[in-house]
């Protein structure tokens, strides 16, 4: 499958990096709850928080690359929301076939899931749904207001 002449593996090398921050946020928090970190600390390191941001940061990579369009910026999306689920899965997943607590299966973070096989469910479903819809939103919204940028500000009269 190719989007505007790149295949798959083609936005995989180019969201690397992001791919690389995603899983770090995600060890960190799991390190530091790990470690019984004052919660304060650990609390505000997010997943959720640093998605969208990625998700920023490859919008500006496909349009300084001119690497494609929407299309594009919605598989990117899609991937960097994919990715991240799979790694909250993981540890919910060890935490249930384990026994040892992770940060993802504590109360707060469980949504109301009594069970850990629907709290799996809920972030494949609708965490990678909305999380992509979200992204794919915000992204698409960002790379037209790129786009509508003039290309060259010395050309731009200042009153």
């Not at 349009?63 to 910026?73: D, E, L, M, S, T």
């Not at 040892?100 to 504590?106: F, G, L, P, R």
């Not at 749904?129 to 050309?155: I, V």
Request: aromatic share 12%; glycine share 8%; hydrophobic share 55%.
């Amino acid at each position: 499958m190719k989007i505007k002449g790149h295949g798959v593996w083609d936005h995989i090398r180019l969201l690397a990096p992001l791919f690389g921050v995603i899983a770090v946020v995600w060890a960190l928090r799991m390190g530091l709850a790990a470690v019984a970190c004052p919660r304060t600390v650990w609390y505000y390191i997010s997943i959720s928080v640093v998605v969208p941001i990625c998700i920023a940061l490859a919008v500006f990579l496909i349009h300084i690359r001119r690497f494609g369009g929407y299309a594009n910026v919605v598989l990117a999306s899609l991937l960097l929301v994919v990715w991240s689920q799979l790694l909250i899965v993981t540890a919910i997943a060890f935490s249930a076939l384990t026994g040892i607590e992770t940060v993802y299966d504590m109360p707060e973070f469980t949504f109301g899931m009594n069970t850990p096989w629907k709290h799996i469910a809920g972030s494949l479903t609708f965490g990678v749904g909305m999380g992509t819809l979200f992204g794919a939103a915000m992204g698409c919204l960002l790379l037209w207001m790129l786009r509508k940028m003039p290309a060259d500000t010395a050309q731009v009269k200042r009153p």
